[in-house]
Structure formats: structure tokens, C-alpha cells
């Protein structure tokens, strides 16, 4: 099993910045990669970035060259820097743990798992 949990969420104006944070356990398989993604209600949960253990990534067009991925000191945490904020990236964000082989470059939220409560981020002026 693989829990997860995130934060740093909140709300901010336009051209802000926020960064997101989260840590993963897995009592059995070690974790592969980690990813973020995001939903706003009634809609689907949309990739917004993909790394693997090896440092692989895949950003979503949307947010590339705003947002950043990275990895903490620990292999289980991950953080989210995300600059230039707009309205559009207003959703929950979550993040998910592989620990079955993937592809980055294709990944799929079916990948990932042990999704947590999700952060707000609330993007408005």
C-alpha cells in the first residue's frame, strides 16, 4: 500500500507563486516516480508533472516553463514550484506514487496511486 499526503496549497493573485509539497510511504514496493495532477470540479484530473526516480520529467504543456518538479534530500518527497500563477491553474491538486514501471513520457494517472486528500490552490485577484 501507498499513502501520500499534500500541502502548501492556498490562495494567491495572479503572478503569484505557491509551492507544493508531498510525501509518500509505501511499506512494500519501493516508489518509482511521483506525480502531480489536478482537477477542478466535475471535470477530469489532468497531469501537471511527472517525475521518476532516474530525475525523468514530463511537464503539461499548460504549465511548462511556470512550473517546476523536484524531488527533496528524501526519494519519497516531491515539491511543485509553480510561478505565474493564473486563474486557470485554480484546482485541487494531488499527487500520486508509481511503484510499477512507467513511462514518463506517456505516464497516465492510472500509473500513480495512493492519492490523498489533495491542496487547494485558489488562483484569483
Known amino acids: 500500500q501507498v499513502h501520500l499526503t499534500e500541502s502548501g496549497g492556498g490562495l494567491v493573485q495572479p503572478g503569484g507563486s505557491l509551492t507544493l509539497s508531498c510525501t509518500a510511504s509505501?511499506?512494500?514496493?519501493?516508489?518509482?516516480?511521483m506525480g502531480w495532477f489536478r482537477q477542478e470540479p466535475g471535470k477530469q484530473r489532468d497531469l501537471v508533472a511527472v517525475?521518476?526516480?532516474?530525475?525523468?520529467?514530463k511537464y503539461a504543456d499548460s504549465v511548462k516553463g511556470r512550473f517546476a518538479i523536484s524531488r527533496g534530500n528524501d526519494q519519497n518527497t516531491v515539491h511543485l514550484h509553480m510561478n505565474s500563477l493564473n486563474p486557470e491553474d485554480t484546482a485541487v491538486y494531488y499527487c500520486?506514487?508509481?511503484?510499477?514501471?512507467?513511462?514518463?513520457?506517456?505516464?497516465?494517472?492510472?500509473?500513480?496511486?495512493?492519492w490523498g486528500q489533495g491542496t487547494q490552490v485558489t488562483v484569483s485577484s
Open positions: 500520486g506514487a508509481a511503484i510499477r514501471p512507467f513511462l514518463v513520457l506517456s505516464a497516465t494517472q492510472e500509473d500513480f496511486e495512493g
Open positions: 509505501s511499506s512494500i514496493f519501493p516508489i518509482l516516480g
Open positions: 517525475i521518476s526516480q532516474g530525475d525523468n520529467i
